[in-house]
């Protein structure tokens, strides 16, 4: 069996490997977008490293776009064979897939209106790919619900485990025979936490002989959930008491969900004032709709709730907000309200005009909970810079800022180690790779992992091919 690594390999973006098998069935593992600065996304996600026709299989870990947000560019490229995720990761495609397309068009128009009215010296930009490259891909994927085994080449199986990440995510089981025996793969994709809300806790496989693991957190701790919850209810209850607003910029998929649901139980608890909530984002609208059609894929207490008629994703005092006017409409009302909007690192989105809205006001308060990338507005805000641009004008930064890290959905350190001491206990594991991490984390990661005994730890780069 060959592994090559093609994206995401000392890096978190762009997730792409591919297995060639001993009897030459060829397999994607994810085929995510790269996401960084505009030039070298363009060329990087031009360039797909593999010949789309040659594959027999893309197995989908999840339908965050840095492992899904490729697909597109691969049917369009010629592309005819199934694409392998688990129900829900399908569904939320659907809707991921076509807010990127749209996001593809958006950015083509305004390089474009650049180049041709200041005279920038760039080539003309073409989205890479648009909605009817989605809905062919949407027409190529295959469910396939967890703990099914399902042939997916002559020699080899898949079986989807849960990962506890997002919605639908999913750890890929990979068998293929050998002569006789069978050699086990097992890729984590993005993996989850346990205890958070809503989902259930990462599933271990067992007879693994291979394992793929990401390792964007393999330096550092995060705090437990259940302290986000009781800083969440201080930060709210200092700003209603001074009658600002809160600006939650959140992804559209499973923070702002799980945002409602940590937001629930504390009114539950009386820890909570009475405060307006706003969930202003349609991508976050449709994806929550989402997330009511897969209770398959939640926890005990989830479930629980539901059973009850009681949604997680429902309470007095929440609005889903879609329209244009709604949105504008939320910043003039007076008086406290909490308004989570996309997009997360507000590098676009509704979320710019609240913040264009409120920054300038020290009763506000602009609350972060994920991760805020370099040379992002959010990760300027996340500084607190004491000036920041918005829409291309200079904006005092007077509301106070919240950082909650502990929001993550990626294990962290401890979690991961745990994985992979767990893995070993459960098989003969020979050979771990570490993916889908920046190298100060996979450092420390690895050397972690050296100092328990495990002999073949490796950190591929991208091109790097290896035969097992
Ligand atoms: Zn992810």
Same mark, same amino acid.
């Given at each position: 069996?060959?592994?090559?690594?093609?994206?995401?390999?000392?890096?978190?973006?762009?997730?792409?490997?591919?297995?060639?098998?001993?009897?030459?069935?060829?397999?994607?593992?994810?085929?995510?977008?790269?996401?960084?600065?505009?030039?070298?996304?363009?060329?990087?996600?031009?360039?797909?490293?593999?010949?789309?026709?040659?594959?027999?299989?893309?197995?989908?870990?999840?339908?965050?776009?840095?492992?899904?947000?490729?697909?597109?560019?691969?049917?369009?490229?010629?592309?005819?064979?199934?694409?392998?995720?688990?129900?829900?990761?399908?569904?939320?495609?659907?809707?991921?897939?076509?807010?990127?397309?749209?996001?593809?068009?958006?950015?083509?128009?305004?390089?474009?209106?650049?180049?041709?009215?200041?005279?920038?010296?760039?080539?003309?930009?073409?989205?890479?790919?648009?909605?009817?490259?989605?809905?062919?891909?949407?027409?190529?994927?295959?469910?396939?619900?967890?703990?099914?085994?399902?042939?997916?080449?002559?020699?080899?199986?898949?079986?989807?485990?849960?990962?506890?990440?997002?919605?639908?995510?999913?750890?890929?089981?990979?068998?293929?025979?050998?002569?006789?025996?069978?050699?086990?793969?097992?890729?984590?994709?993005?993996?989850?936490?346990?205890?958070?809300?809503?989902?259930?806790?990462?599933?271990?496989?067992?007879?693994?002989?291979?394992?793929?693991?990401?390792?964007?957190?393999?330096?550092?701790?995060?705090?437990?959930?259940?302290?986000?919850?009781?800083?969440?209810?201080?930060?709210?209850?200092?700003?209603?008491?001074?009658?600002?607003?809160?600006?939650?910029?959140?992804?559209?998929?499973?923070?702002?969900?799980?945002?409602?649901?940590?937001?629930?139980?504390?009114?539950?608890?009386?820890?909570?004032?009475?405060?307006?909530?706003?969930?202003?984002?349609?991508?976050?609208?449709?994806?929550?709709?989402?997330?009511?059609?897969?209770?398959?894929?939640?926890?005990?207490?989830?479930?629980?709730?539901?059973?009850?008629?009681?949604?997680?994703?429902?309470?007095?005092?929440?609005?889903?907000?879609?329209?244009?006017?709604?949105?504008?409409?939320?910043?003039?009302?007076?008086?406290?309200?909490?308004?989570?909007?996309?997009?997360?690192?507000?590098? *676009?989105?509704?979320?710019? !005009?609240? =913040?264009? @809205?409120? +920054?300038?006001?020290? &009763?506000?308060? /602009?609350? %972060?909970? *994920?991760?805020?990338?370099? !040379?992002? =507005?959010? @990760?300027? +805000?996340?500084?607190? &810079?004491?000036? /920041?641009? %918005?829409? *291309?004008?200079?904006?005092?930064?007077?509301?106070?800022?919240?950082?909650?890290?502990?929001?993550?959905?990626?294990?962290?350190?401890?979690?991961?180690?745990?994985?992979?001491?767990?893995?070993?206990?459960?098989?003969?594991?020979?050979?771990?790779?570490?993916?889908?991490?920046?190298?100060?984390?996979?450092?420390?990661?690895?050397?972690?992992?050296?100092?328990?005994?495990?002999?073949?730890?490796?950190?591929?780069?991208?091109?790097?091919?290896?035969?097992?």
């Amino acid at each position: 069996m060959d592994l090559t690594f093609l994206g995401a390999a000392q890096t978190v973006t762009g997730s792409k490997h591919l297995v060639t098998t001993g009897d030459d069935t060829r397999l994607l593992l994810d085929c995510g977008l790269f996401q960084g600065h505009r030039n070298e996304s363009i060329a990087r996600n031009s360039t797909l490293g593999v010949d789309p026709a040659s594959l027999d299989g893309v197995i989908l870990s999840h339908a965050h776009i840095d492992h899904s947000g490729a697909l597109p560019i691969l049917v369009k490229r010629g592309y005819r064979g199934p694409i392998y995720a688990t129900p829900a990761t399908r569904d939320l495609c659907a809707a991921m897939l076509m807010d990127a397309a749209f996001l593809q068009a958006a950015d083509a128009r305004y390089v474009n209106h650049r180049i041709e009215r200041e005279g920038v010296a760039m080539d003309k930009v073409e989205p890479l790919f648009d909605e009817h490259d989605v809905l062919r891909t949407l027409e190529q994927i295959m469910s396939i619900p967890y703990r099914h085994r399902h042939r997916v080449g002559r020699d080899a199986t898949v079986t989807f485990l849960d990962a506890g990440h997002v919605l639908g995510s999913a750890i890929t089981v990979l068998d293929i025979d050998e002569a006789g025996d069978t050699r086990r793969l097992v890729y984590t994709g993005d993996l989850g936490r346990k205890r958070i809300p809503i989902l259930r806790d990462p599933e271990l496989a067992s007879g693994a002989h291979t394992l793929l693991i990401e390792s964007t957190y393999g330096d550092r701790t995060h705090p437990p959930y259940e302290d986000m919850e009781e800083a969440l209810a201080k930060v709210v209850t200092r700003v209603h008491a001074r009658g600002g607003k809160i600006v939650i910029p959140s992804f559209a998929l499973e923070r702002a969900q799980e945002l409602v649901f940590s937001l629930k139980q504390l009114r539950k608890k009386g820890r909570l004032p009475k405060i307006p909530v706003y969930v202003d984002s349609p991508l976050t609208v449709q994806i929550t709709d989402v997330f009511k059609l897969h209770p398959e894929c939640f926890d005990d207490e989830t479930r629980a709730l539901l059973q009850g008629h009681d949604s997680p994703f429902d309470f007095e005092g929440l609005r889903y907000v879609s329209s244009t006017e709604d949105s504008m409409a939320l910043d003039d009302a007076p008086g406290p309200a909490i308004v989570i909007s996309a997009s997360g690192m507000c590098e *676009g989105g509704r979320v710019l !005009h609240h =913040l264009r @809205r409120t +920054i300038e006001d020290e &009763r506000n308060c /602009v609350l %972060i909970v *994920g991760f805020q990338a370099e !040379h992002t =507005l959010g @990760r300027r +805000i996340a500084e607190r &810079r004491p000036k /920041v641009k %918005i829409f *291309g004008v200079e904006r005092d930064l007077r509301a106070e800022v919240q950082v909650l890290e502990g929001f993550s959905a990626h294990a962290d350190r401890t979690e991961l180690v745990e994985y992979v001491e767990e893995t070993r206990r459960r098989g003969p594991l020979r050979d771990v790779f570490l993916v889908h991490g920046e190298p100060a984390a996979q450092r420390v990661f690895k050397g972690e992992l050296e100092s328990r005994g495990f002999p073949s730890v490796r950190v591929p780069a991208r091109g790097d091919e290896v035969r097992l």
